[in-house]
């Protein structure tokens, strides 16, 4: 017999065994003592929260309601520990986090001029999105396809709302590194635009 905590994590709530929970806490304290030093260090720790909770909605199912330490320690293991992207090794953050992560269609709300479709596609490519957008103005010129396809794939793909989605989108890795470069991508662009 375990005693379980229910947790509330990346806005989910969650029965976990108590062990679990212990090193849950000490993998998120440890997080927050490496990100202190951050200006977006609370943004990068909600992001970490959100992606731990959706890797552990994945371990839920009918018969099994309790995250336990096997969960927590796989989850660890997929997002990274702090150590893991210190400079005390010599090693670039590309070399260690070199592996690719799951990749998938979204649509681009960052640097879309419609709907963010051809952006999208462009990063799920690895393209430049301007040939994309040519490719569709051309097809609705020459027959009015383009506009149709575009509506289409406009309905199919959902958009990257989360920082996780936008770096699946990329097919990188979902880990603390890439949270942390993007978090950090965004609120940059964010202090650029209100200086200008």
Not at 82 to 108: L, Q
Not at 141 to 153: F, P, Q, R, S
């Amino acid at each position: 017999m375990k005693i379980t905590v229910s947790i509330n994590l990346g806005g989910y709530s969650f029965n976990i065994d108590e062990d679990a929970y212990t090193e849950l806490k000490r993998y998120l304290r440890n997080l927050e003592v490496h990100f202190a030093g951050e200006e977006s260090s609370s943004e990068i720790l909600s992001d970490i929260e959100t992606r731990l909770a959706e890797l552990f909605r994945t371990k839920i199912t009918s018969y099994k309601q309790v995250i336990t330490i096997d969960d927590v320690r796989q989850a660890i293991s997929v997002m990274g520990t702090p150590e893991d992207i210190s400079d005390n090794d010599h090693r670039s953050a590309k070399e260690k986090f070199s592996s690719p992560g799951y990749h998938r269609m979204y649509r681009d709300p960052d640097n879309r001029v419609i709907g963010g479709v051809c952006s999208g596609m462009g990063a799920y490519w690895d393209i430049d999105p301007v040939i994309l957008r040519i490719i569709f103005v051309v097809l609705t010129i020459a027959g009015g396809m383009g506009a149709l396809i575009y509506l289409i794939l406009y309905i199919v793909i959902p958009e990257a709302k989360t920082t996780a989605q936008k770096i699946e989108m990329k097919g990188e890795p979902v880990n603390i590194h890439n949270i942390k470069e993007s978090v950090k991508s965004e609120f940059d662009k964010v202090r650029k635009n209100i200086k200008l």
